[in-house]
T-cell receptor, first 109, second 115 residues
Framework: GQNIDQPTEMTATEGAIVQINCTYQ??????LFWYQQHAGEAPTFLSY??LDGLEEKGRFSSFLSRSKGYSYLLLKELQMKDSASYLC??????????WGAGTKLIIKP | IAGITQAPTSQILAAGRRMTLRCTQD?????MYWYRQDLGLGLRLIHY???????GKGEVPDGYSVSRANTDDFPLTLASAVPSQTSVYFC??????????????FGPGTRLTVL
C-alpha cells in the first residue's frame, strides 16, 4: 500500500526554527509537495521537490532524499501566522497525489 | 481573478437527499479534482478529470458522481446522501499537461453535514 507519515502535532516558539518530517512509501515517485492549511481554509502550495537536495524559498525550505523516502520542511524565524497544518503529498507513478494526514504546528509566543 | 469558487459554503442535508456541490475555475486549467477531508485523515481523492469530457475514479468514489461538460465546471453529486459523507469537500485544479506535474490550486471548500 501507499503511505505518507508525518507527525500529528508539533509545538514551537515564535522566532525559533522548526523541522517537519515526512516519510513516504509509494508506488513510484514523481515529486513531493508541501502545502500549508490554516484552520477552516483551503490548502495552499508551499514547495515542490523532485530532485534530491534543499530548495529554499524565503523563510521556508524543503529537503528531499529519494533514496530514503524522506522529506522535511524547515521553517525559520517562526511567526504566529505560521500556526497551521502542513501537508506532505507525493505524486505517484499514476500522477495522482497521495496525501499525508498533515502536521498541526502550534506557535507559542 | 477568482481562481476556484465552490458553492455552497456549507450545507446541512437530510440522509437520502440528493445534493450537487458546484465548482468553477477561471484559470483554464485542464485538470480538476474533488477531495474530501476528514479529521485525522489526509485529503482523499473522490473523482478527477484530466480534461473536459473525461472523468476518472479516485480513492473513494462510491456514492459520488461527477461530470465535466466544459473546462470551467466540475460538479460533484451525491445521489443519496448518507451520514458517512459528512465531511469538508475541496475542489482543486491544475494545469497538468502530459507527464508534467503541476501545482494543484484549491477552492475554499464546502462543509457538508448529513443527518
Amino acid at each position: 500500500g501507499q503511505n505518507i507519515d508525518q507527525p500529528t502535532e508539533m509545538t514551537a516558539t515564535e522566532g525559533a526554527i522548526v523541522q517537519i518530517n515526512c516519510t513516504y512509501q509509494t508506488s513510484g515517485f514523481n515529486g513531493l509537495f508541501w502545502y500549508q492549511q490554516h484552520a477552516g481554509e483551503a490548502p495552499t502550495f508551499l514547495s515542490y521537490n523532485v530532485l534530491d537536495g534543499l530548495e529554499e524559498k524565503g523563510r521556508f525550505s524543503s529537503f528531499l532524499s529519494r533514496s530514503k523516502g524522506y522529506s522535511y520542511l524547515l521553517l525559520k524565524e517562526l511567526q504566529m501566522k505560521d500556526s497551521a497544518s502542513y501537508l506532505c503529498a507525493v505524486l505517484d507513478s499514476n500522477y495522482q497525489l497521495i496525501w499525508g494526514a498533515g502536521t498541526k504546528l502550534i506557535i507559542k509566543p | 481573478i477568482a481562481g476556484i469558487t465552490q458553492a455552497p459554503t456549507s450545507q446541512i442535508l437530510a440522509a437520502g437527499r440528493r445534493m450537487t456541490l458546484r465548482c468553477t475555475q477561471d484559470m483554464r486549467h485542464n485538470a480538476m479534482y474533488w477531495y474530501r477531508q476528514d479529521l485525522g485523515l489526509g485529503l482523499r481523492l473522490i473523482h478527477y478529470s484530466n480534461t473536459a469530457g473525461t472523468t476518472g475514479k479516485g480513492e473513494v468514489p462510491d456514492g459520488y458522481s461527477v461530470s465535466r461538460a466544459n473546462t470551467d465546471d466540475f460538479p460533484l453529486t451525491l445521489a443519496s446522501a448518507v451520514p458517512s459523507q459528512t465531511s469538508v469537500y475541496f475542489c482543486a485544479s491544475s494545469d497538468s499537461s502530459g507527464a508534467f506535474a503541476d501545482t494543484q490550486y484549491f477552492g475554499p471548500g464546502t462543509r457538508l453535514t448529513v443527518l
